[in-house]
């Protein structure tokens, strides 16, 4: 498997054993992984409950983090 983000992400989580799994399922960037539910988690095959609730957390911090950024949206026009 080649490297990519969802791998990367998943080792920084510990969990690097269900990259393939989450690739196979569609899951192959962090945009896509927000969407992250617990019939995606059965699906990818994660059942361990504590690497559930770690992958949980995990998208949760993503979608918090998408949160602050909407803010920092600015435009290059000039005042009116």
């Known amino acids: 498997m080649c490297t990519n983000i969802v791998y990367e992400w998943l080792k920084t989580l510990q969990l ?11 899951y192959d960037d962090l945009e896509v992984c927000k969407q992250i ?12 409950p504590h690497h559930r609730r770690r992958i949980q957390e995990a998208v949760q911090r993503l979608k918090e983090a998408d949160e602050r950024a909407a803010g920092l949206y600015f435009t290059l026009e000039p005042p009116p």
């Open 16 to 26: 690097p054993q269900y990259a393939e799994s989450f690739v196979d399922n569609g």
């Open 37 to 48: 539910g617990d019939p995606d988690l059965d699906a990818i095959g994660v059942a361990v």
